[in-house]
């Protein structure tokens, strides 16, 4: 089944101060664009020639080597798009919680975030640690793949490339960080941590 690319268009408005229209109209062709090489990527793996795989080269061989880019490229932007919103809301007390507890404070969590964000290019997710519970913050670099940790829900996607931020910033990420992190859409997180929760749940009912 082909990929759709979502609307993101309510964002020109929610965002505006923080974000362009110029600058998010920008960013949803890049995106778009993710979510074309992935369907092209899923259409030539339907047909290329497994038998010819090999560490070289091969078709098969080159587009599984390729997919992931396309597919994190589809699905980071998604849920960054959708954890933007209208600048105000608080946090949900939880998560607010354990993301605190992650750093020993709310305020540590957030300057290891910015900390992040200026160590690389690439993406800082805020994500659910499936494999040791809690909140755990993380640095994917290179071309969306890298660094990217098993296992884990994301609760909030950072894009800390350029292309989020340079036409309203140019070289100042900073501003942009902090303009973003009073652009975080509250509700969308609150529900990736309720489901994050409902999983846990889970998983003590069926081990108990």
Avoid at 19 to 27: D, N, R, V
Avoid at 68 to 91: I, K, Q, R, S
Wanted: charged share 25%; net charge negative.
């Amino acid at each position: 089944m082909a990929h759709e690319p979502k609307d993101y268009r309510r964002l020109v408005g929610e965002c505006r101060g923080f974000l362009s229209e110029t600058q998010l109209e920008a960013h949803f062709e890049l995106y778009e664009g993710y979510v074309k090489k992935l369907n092209e990527i899923e259409e030539g793996l339907a047909q290329a020639d497994r038998e010819s795989a090999n560490y070289s080269y091969g078709e098969y061989s080159e587009l599984r080597r390729r997919e992931p880019v396309a597919y994190n490229g589809t699905v980071l932007h998604e849920l960054y798009f959708e954890n933007l919103g209208a600048a105000g809301g608080e946090p949900p007390a939880p998560f607010r919680a354990a993301f605190a507890q992650s750093c020993g404070s709310w305020e540590d969590a957030i300057a290891d975030v910015k900390a992040m964000a200026a160590s690389a290019h690439g993406w800082v997710l805020v994500a659910h640690d499936g494999n040791f519970g809690g909140v755990r913050s993380h640095l994917v670099q290179s071309e969306h793949h890298v660094g990217l940790l098993p296992n884990q829900t994301i609760l909030i996607a950072i894009d800390c490339w350029e292309h989020a931020y340079f036409a309203d910033y140019q070289t100042k990420k900073t501003a942009y960080l902090d303009g973003l992190l009073k652009h975080i859409h509250w509700p969308a997180v609150a529900a990736r941590w309720a489901r994050c929760e409902a999983l846990e749940r889970e998983i003590a009912h069926v081990g108990a």
